[in-house]
Nanobody, 122 residues
């Protein structure tokens, strides 16, 4: 009932920038928030950044001011501006929608995108 379309990943040199986008579509009534998570080979998936519909944000400790998350409530979309990228940022980045309520539904569920590859290498 809900699909996430992610874009913006790719290959970038150290110190470069990328902007990830994620749009949720379907019979959506409301969303509590959206976020980005990443997973590198052999490692656990970890929070990169999250934002609520009210604008509150939460960042992973490794970000150190390099990344900025934003959300467009009208478009059910979330964006992640990544600057000063490092090789250790290389991972698959996954978009997540929190507590989605569909039209005519009773409960709220979380949904995940399929992921977009970010590779930071010279």
């Amino acid at each position: 009932q809900v699909q996430l379309l992610e874009s913006g990943g790719g290959l970038v040199q150290p110190g470069g920038s990328l902007r990830l986008s994620c749009a949720a579509s379907g019979s959506i009534f409301s969303i509590s928030g959206m976020g980005w998570y990443r997973q590198a080979p052999g490692k656990q998936r970890e929070l990169v950044a999250a934002i609520t519909s009210g604008g509150s944000t939460n960042y992973g400790d490794f970000v150190k001011g390099r990344f900025t998350i934003s959300m467009d409530n009208a478009k059910n979309s979330v964006y992640l501006q990544m600057n000063s990228l490092k090789p250790e940022d290389t991972a698959v980045y996954y978009c997540k929608v929190d507590r989605v309520r569909v039209i005519g539904g009773y409960y709220e569920y979380d949904y995940w995108g399929q992921g977009t590859q970010v590779t930071v290498s010279s």
